[in-house]
């Protein structure tokens, strides 16, 4: 049996207050929308009570926010694609953010099982004044535990509509793209974290994001395997590898944490939900 399941937000303010309005279909759910760090930021914490996704199943999430709205949407464990007999999984993010909103797209990571055929798209439209900070962190298989990815295909996209486009498509038997030094280089976990603006970024601005990210890249566990760049006034983009999770988490969380204060101003409030 297939799932498709749909979920709307929308995000708005209200005065001095982030309010969200949620519609779904089928088993796709807000577990909760929480406001921890005052009524400004909404946290929302979406669940897919079925815990993984087969071939066949469908899940779309469609995202609003309105002028003024700042929304931080995580997930309490990670997406898991599984082995599939034959039809492709997928998941599509569609995001609007209006003039003067910001979006945290947090989830946590996503794994991408033996044997899935898998396609993970997201889409990020952000008008003038609007910004985010965002990622997505893919896992290839369980090496620790004995489940290496071999078989199957997982299909990656993160696109800022008309100015940046991250596409990729990587098979469990193409070693020479996953041992190779210029491509995963013998690791399994990509993270890629981005900060995006619907204009340009003040170049001073730009720069400090930047330095910020290859300082904590530097000084981090995965410092050779962590890297910064800005190639399009709009966006800077982290890139990291690593042999597991847990290691890449603790980096990209850390860049988070400071760009949020260093772009809004903002001092870091982790979900309550990452230490369940």
Not at 37 to 62: F, M
Not at 181 to 209: I, N, Q
Not at 216 to 231: I, M, P, Q, T, Y
Request: neutral net charge; contains cysteine; glycine residues 10%.
């Amino acid at each position: 049996m297939s799932w498709h399941a749909a979920l709307s937000l929308r995000f708005r303010r209200d005065d001095e207050r982030t309010l969200v309005h949620d519609r779904h279909d089928g088993p796709l759910r807000v577990l909760k929308s929480l406001h921890p760090e005052g009524p400004g930021v909404c946290h929302s914490v979406l669940v897919h009570p079925p815990g993984g996704v087969v071939g066949g199943d469908t899940l779309a999430i469609e995202l609003g926010l309105g002028p003024g709205a700042h929304a931080l949407v995580t997930t309490p464990g990670a997406t898991r694609f599984y082995r599939s007999s034959g039809a492709l999984a997928s998941q599509t993010i569609e995001v609007r953010a209006e003039d003067g909103s910001r979006l945290e797209w947090l989830p946590l990571e996503t794994i991408a099982f033996s044997g899935c055929i898998a396609e993970n798209r997201a889409s990020f439209a952000l008008d003038g004044g609007a910004e985010m900070i965002g990622w997505d962190v893919t896992a290839l298989g369980l090496p620790a535990s004995d489940q290496p990815f071999v078989a199957g295909s997982f299909t990656q996209s993160i696109a800022i509509p008309g100015t940046w486009l991250e596409r990729g498509k990587v098979a469990g038997d193409d070693l020479r793209l996953l041992d190779s030094p210029v491509g995963w280089a013998g690791h399994r976990v990509l993270g890629t974290l981005w900060f995006a603006a619907g204009s340009a970024l003040v170049d001073v601005r730009r720069e400090a994001l930047l330095q910020t990210a290859r300082e904590h890249a530097r000084d981090s566990e995965l410092r050779g395997s962590a890297g910064a760049s800005a190639a399009q006034a709009q966006v800077v983009v982290v890139r990291v590898l690593a042999p597991k999770v847990e290691p890449a988490m603790v980096l990209l969380t850390a860049i988070w944490s400071a760009w949020r204060r260093l772009a809004w101003n903002l001092p870091a409030c982790a979900p309550r939900i990452w230490r369940t």
